[in-house]
């Protein structure tokens, strides 16, 4: 991953350097649980342990010969280690130290990504909660529609969010399997105790059932489950953008002193961030499709999925990670224009409560149909520019079906907005991450 989009947290766990950490820390695993079921001498695994270390330059020369990075890795620690070295990565294949590594790997990026958008749910709960009392119009089709609050709709993010926080953890369940169990999977030269034991110690749960390699159908649920969880940011992110258009303006993001909107206009306020948050969604959802492509593989294994997930794998964490603290940031500095919603919210009058009409028609009566062509053929000359209430309150047929007070219950925002306080209430109180 390029360092524009690069997250500490994830350089800890996918550089070079963790991953041949993580290598170490699988093989001597490996070793400890040979050596307690009688596999290697006793003493072999503390006498690799005490001496066995590591030089990335040297397993890049020692590549150049082997055109493999794992023996580079083994042929390093090996002369490192000496004499004892012969039992190291003994009865195993590349895959059993690779595959189990990338578990702990994955692992780990989960619980950090978990953990990234538990502070983003924090900050959308609050901002729902601060808004829940703020109208705005709610639009379908990018055209007016009737009256929600600020607060409802981040509520709806909210509630998404939980979703994929649900998803995240049966992922950590899912890819948390190791696997000893050799070249075609059936644990030909060490035998299952071993494997149960070095996942065992690595925290692990063996592989019920795996080849060369650990299927990869339990990668790609992760990646597809950080792919959505992009898609969700990318849904915030677009609708921060709509709502930050100069005809619209009803948030904008934190514009910094000095900022540059553009090399050529002084005056732009872009929502680049957030447009930032809708590329980036782009690349997780490609990567998904093409882990997809990597759960077949020709009879116990072939090479196919090594090249994609050298990329995609450690590219997805950084990426979500990345988008996860950039939709937390706008957030936090979003300022939210009340006074436009209001505007916009009057901006075609009452013409919103049209189906408050039709429903109290009803109400009296009227078929729906009728109602319907009622509520319509005043709507229709507000759009040519008339006042809608005061059009439907000057038709005869409304006079004859609806009082005064039925009229003002009809074009009452408080009356439409009446649940939306409980209905946020319900997901600020929700302990279910459903």
């Known amino acids: 991953m390029i360092a524009r989009y690069s997250t500490e947290a994830m350089n800890r766990i996918w550089s070079e350097q963790a991953r041949t950490e993580t290598w170490l820390r699988v093989e001597l695993a490996i070793c400890e649980a040979a050596e307690k079921h009688g596999k290697i001498p006793a003493g072999t695994t503390e006498a690799i342990r005490s001496k066995a270390k590591f030089d990335l330059a040297r397993m890049a020369e020692l590549e150049k010969e082997t055109r493999h990075d794992l023996m580079a890795f083994v042929r390093n620690v090996s002369e490192n280690v000496g004499e004892p070295g012969r039992y190291f990565h003994y009865g195993v294949t590349s895959y059993d130290v690779i595959d189990t590594s990338l578990a702990l790997m994955m692992r780990e990026s989960l619980e950090h990504v978990i953990e990234s958008l538990g502070k983003l749910r924090k900050v959308v709960r609050r901002l729902m909660l601060a808004h829940k009392d703020t109208p705005m119009i709610g639009r379908t089709h990018g055209i007016h529609a009737e009256p929600i609050t600020f607060g409802y709709k981040a509520a709806s993010w909210l509630t998404e969010l939980r979703r994929s926080s649900k998803r995240l953890r049966q992922c950590l369940k899912e890819i948390s399997v190791g696997k000893v169990s050799g070249p075609v999977g059936v644990r030909g030269v060490l035998g299952p105790e071993v494997e149960e034991e070095a996942c065992r110690i690595l925290g692990l749960r063996p592989d019920p059932i795996s080849t060369q390699i650990v299927s990869r159908d339990r990668h790609a649920t992760v990646v597809n489950a950080l792919a959505v969880l992009g898609a969700t940011l990318e849904r915030i992110a677009t609708e921060l953008r709509n709502l ?10 934190e514009f910094a002193a000095g900022q540059t909107g553009s090399s050529a206009m002084p005056h732009k306020r872009n929502p680049w961030h957030s447009e930032t948050v809708c590329g980036l969604a782009r690349v997780l959802r490609s990567n998904a499709m093409a882990m997809m492509e990597s759960i077949a593989t020709w009879h116990e294994r072939d090479l196919t999925n090594s090249s994609v997930e050298r990329i995609i794998l450690p590219d997805s964490f950084h990426l979500i990670d990345f988008m996860l603290n950039r939709v937390r940031k706008i957030l936090e500095g979003l300022e939210v224009r009340a006074d436009n919603m209001k505007r916009n919210l009057k901006l075609m009058g009452d013409l919103v409560y049209s ?40 038709d005869p047929e409304v006079q004859a079906h609806l009082t005064p007070d039925e009229l003002e219950q009809v074009f009452s925002l408080e009356h439409h907005l009446r649940h939306v306080g409980p209905a946020i209430q319900r997901v600020a109180d929700a302990r279910s991450l459903c």
Do not use: P
């Open 355 to 394: 189906e408050h009409l039709m429903i109290a028609l009803i109400g009296k009566g009227l078929s729906r149909e009728a109602a319907y062509k009622v509520a319509q053929r005043n709507a229709a000359r507000a759009w040519e520019g008339e006042d809608f209430r005061k059009c439907v309150e000057s």
């Open 244 to 253: 930050q258009r100069t005809e619209i303006l009803e948030v904008q993001e």
